[in-house]
């Protein structure tokens, strides 16, 4: 099994910053993606940030230039760097890992932006 803990979220005015953490355990040989997505009230989980083994990344446009992921393979953990907040960022984001083959979810972590 494969468990995941976010953290980081919180409340921030706009034009703020956070960092997001997502630190996976259990039984993991070697993660392949690892990314974050994100769902407001009554919306859809949308792909916020992608990273591959490789150290490649995906964005969504709406996060291109202000949103930055990475990832530390020794420590099994993805991280997000949100700079720019806007009050559309307003979501709850999850934390999503490959595992050959098999895909897990965090429990997800509130992210508020006020205007």
């Known amino acids: 099994q494969v468990q995941l803990v976010e953290s980081g979220g919180g409340l921030v005015e706009a034009g703020g910053s956070l960092r997001l953490s997502c630190a996976a355990s259990?039984?993991?040989?070697?993660?392949?993606?690892m990314g974050w997505y994100r769902q407001a009230p009554g919306k859809q989980r949308d792909m916020v940030a992608v990273i591959t083994s490789g150290g490649s990344t995906n964005y969504a446009d709406s996060v291109k230039g202000r949103f930055t992921i990475s990832r530390d393979n020794n420590k099994n953990t993805v991280y997000l760097q949100m700079n720019s907040l806007r009050p559309e960022d307003t979501a709850v984001y999850y934390c999503?890992?490959?595992?050959?083959?098999?895909?897990?979810w965090g429990q997800g972590t509130q992210v508020t932006v006020s205007s």
């Open positions: 259990g039984s993991i040989f070697s993660i392949n993606a």
């Open positions: 999503r890992i490959v595992v050959q083959g098999y895909v897990y």
